[in-house]
């Protein structure tokens, strides 16, 4: 998690809904602090190139960072032995059957090189509310009946895009093949790119790049 500095630059929220512009935030990505996690005040967020990222200790810190990390559909790459995975059909895939249980496992399952999870429980009960209003979505992958892996993050389907959020994975390649299965939803949705936030090796291994914040809030906004 980003350190506490450059707090003198920043715009503090209070129950207005607004947002400054993305181009104001620092050289770490850092735009705004405080507000709320009400469906409106995240769903202006993320239309706006913006996402919220903070822990327990924290108050609400709002994000837009520069280069941003993002996934065009059509460049996911399948490895060999993804490809010999996906063929195997060892694992089940369904979109929405259990928001619930993935955003939790997102927020429990150890992951590498982190201490604790961002996904706070008031997090996760805001994500799950935007869920139940039609604005979130995950996708599961079972493996005999056991959920196994996934993904959740937020569906911005008027302006093509989906705002991938956090993803889990209990046994070999179950998030790459979630992550798969998000990408073919993409494309056949016609969707622009998918929104991975900040550079993550794993997800540049599956094809994800960096564009500059411009660039990425002017496809966002086309």
Not at 144 to 170: H, P
Request: glycine share 6%.
């Amino acid at each position: 998690m980003r350190k506490f500095h450059q707090f003198w630059m920043m715009h503090y929220l209070t129950e207005k809904l607004w947002f400054p512009d993305p181009e104001k935030a620092t050289v770490d990505g850092l735009l705004a602090i405080g507000g709320n996690l009400s469906i409106d005040r995240l769903l202006l967020a993320y239309n706006s190139g913006i996402f919220p990222w903070f822990e327990d200790y924290q108050p609400i810190l709002w994000w837009s960072p520069n280069p941003r990390m993002v996934l065009f559909p059509e460049k996911f790459k399948v490895s060999k032995s993804l490809r010999k995975t996906l063929n195997s059909e060892k694992f089940k895939i369904t979109f929405n059957q259990n928001f619930t249980e993935v955003i939790k496992n997102c927020a429990t399952v150890p992951r590498k090189d982190e201490a604790g999870t961002w996904i706070t429980e008031d997090m996760q009960e805001a994500y799950i509310a935007l869920h139940k209003a039609g604005h979130a979505i995950s996708v599961e992958v079972w493996e005999n009946d056991k959920l196994v892996g996934g993904l959740y993050g937020i569906d911005l389907s008027q302006k093509k895009v989906f705002c991938g959020e956090s993803m889990f994975s209990l046994v070999s390649d179950a998030s790459k093949v979630a992550f798969y299965h998000l990408s073919e939803y993409s494309k056949t949705k016609n969707y622009k790119f998918i929104d991975c936030q900040i550079y993550n090796e794993h997800l540049e291994s599956l094809g994800a790049e960096e564009i500059v914040r411009g660039k990425f809030l002017a496809l966002l906004s086309q």
